[in-house]
């Protein structure tokens, strides 16, 4: 069974920083990608950034310049450094990854974290 942890969610006000982890734990083979998506109230859930395991990455347009995803392939981590956060990025932030396990590919969610951008 693979486990996500996400922690460093919380309350900032505009202009503020966050960053995000998300520790993967478990049978894994092959951590092939790994991101954040977010939803906020009343919308869809959408892609954040992810980044894959060579350190490919791409980012929502809403979060260019702002947000920074990075990985630690040693400790199965990937971190999402949020700079000049504003109230548009209130939202429940999820950690995602596909990774092959003990029964093959398979798509893993977080429980999510709470980041709150408000003055």
């Known amino acids: 069974q693979v486990q996500l942890v996400e922690s460093g969610g919380g309350s900032v006000q505009p202009g503020g920083s966050l960053r995000l982890s998300c520790a993967a734990s478990g049978r894994i083979f092959d951590l092939i990608r790994m991101g954040w998506y977010r939803q906020a109230p009343g919308k869809e859930r959408e892609l954040v950034a992810r980044?894959?395991?060579?350190?490919?990455?791409n980012y929502a347009d809403s979060v260019k310049g702002r947000f920074t995803i990075s990985r630690d392939n040693a400790k199965s981590t990937v971190y999402l450094q949020m700079n000049s956060l504003e109230p548009e990025d209130t939202a429940v932030y999820y950690c995602n990854t596909g990774l092959i396990g003990d029964g093959g590919y398979m798509d893993y969610w977080g429980k999510g974290t709470l980041v709150t951008v408000s003055s």
């Open positions: 980044i894959t395991r060579t350190g490919l990455t």
